[in-house]
């Protein structure tokens, strides 16, 4: 659980909260967004925690949090929003972490960037059409997200707090309005 939601909780909320990125700027009409893109996203997220790390620094939207603590929610929020989008249905599977997470940091976030890139290959060539293949990426989102709350517990990092409130500072960000995001260096996805 992240601030009190259950991963499909949280899958549901964090998709409807970044509907905004699944619509053409101009039509409106439903994107059909790539996969790889989406996680490779997410693993962007870890490598922004990384440098957290590395350099010891603050969030520069929630600047009385670490950064890395902060980098940790936005890919929760990005595999939430996945998920959500997928309606994949996150559930503990017979395949549970069965080793310990590193004390090294770095090799700490690298087996969580792992685990994304895994989720990448059950989605290749759109297998995930397939029962048994939807069900193992909805069991690999709920190894990840527990990974990443175990990162958190051990360096204690707090992601409830920081969900709640990177959630909030989301919907209010100037660089999310489709008027920023149409100018020549707007994010497009």
Not at 4 to 21: F, T
Not at 123 to 151: H, M, S, V, W
Request: glycine share 8%; hydrophobic share 35%; charged share 30%.
């Amino acid at each position: 659980m992240i601030n009190g939601l259950s991963y499909n909780q949280l899958a549901y909320e964090c998709h409807q909260n970044n509907a905004k990125w699944w619509h053409d700027l101009e039509t409106g009409a439903r994107l059909d967004r790539d996969k790889d893109e989406l996680l490779m996203l997410v693993v962007s997220e870890i490598a922004e925690a990384m440098e957290g790390e590395r350099k010891n620094l603050m969030d520069d939207k929630l600047p009385h949090r670490p950064a890395a603590e902060v980098e940790l929610v936005d890919a929760v929020i990005r595999l939430g929003d996945f998920a959500g989008a997928y309606g994949y249905d996150i559930r503990q599977g017979n395949n549970d972490l069965d080793y310990p997470l590193s004390d090294n940091k770095g090799a700490a976030l690298f087996d969580i960037s792992k685990m994304v890139a895994e989720l990448g290959d059950f989605c290749a060539n759109d297998g995930d059409y397939f029962p048994e293949i939807k069900k193992a990426i909805g069991e690999q989102l709920y190894n990840t997200l527990e990974r990443i709350q175990e990162y958190a517990r051990k360096w204690n990092y707090d992601l409830n707090g920081a969900y709640h409130e990177k959630t909030a500072f989301n919907k209010v960000r100037k660089d999310h309005t489709v008027e920023h995001r149409k100018g020549t260096h707007g994010k497009k996805f």
